[in-house]
């Protein structure tokens, strides 16, 4: 498997770190990520309403912040979460995004059966 370009654990930025995270669409792969671990990324996007070619989009942002580690293998791309680099860096950051996001899904998904 070979490596895409992708920062240094000591080049990951905060600023840049929350410009990824700050995206609806990021945030979710994110959730799944953190979920399922490492995947595939068309594994991890499959269940999420956005054009393929969009999707890279999101996924390079990502790796370019620094929030996910990217392999490539064959045809296809091997992604999971930095958690440790960003855990090391922005101790307690993800896990405080990420708890936010569940609360907020949730809340969606409750005012939705609600109203039904």
């Known amino acids: 498997m070979r490596e895409v370009s992708q920062p240094a654990t000591e080049a990951i930025r905060l600023v840049e770190v929350l410009r990824a995270l700050a995206d609806p669409v990021r945030l979710d792969l994110v959730l799944r990520l953190d979920r399922m671990g490492e995947d595939f990324c068309n594994?991890?996007?499959a269940e999420i309403d956005v054009h393929q070619t969009?999707?890279?989009?999101?996924y390079r942002v990502l790796r370019e912040a620094g929030v996910?580690?990217?392999k490539v293998q064959g045809r296809s791309r091997l992604v999971?979460?930095?958690r440790e680099d960003l855990d090391a860096l922005f101790p307690g950051?993800?896990?405080s995004v990420l708890s936010?996001?569940?609360?907020?899904?949730?809340?969606?998904?409750?005012?939705?059966?609600e109203a039904s």
């Open 43 to 45: 594994a991890i996007g």
């Open 54 to 58: 969009t999707l890279s989009h999101h």
């Open 68 to 70: 996910t580690w990217t």
């Open 80 to 82: 999971r979460l930095r």
């Open 93 to 95: 950051l993800l896990d």
């Open 100 to 113: 936010a996001q569940r609360r907020t899904r949730d809340t969606a998904t409750t005012s939705t059966v």
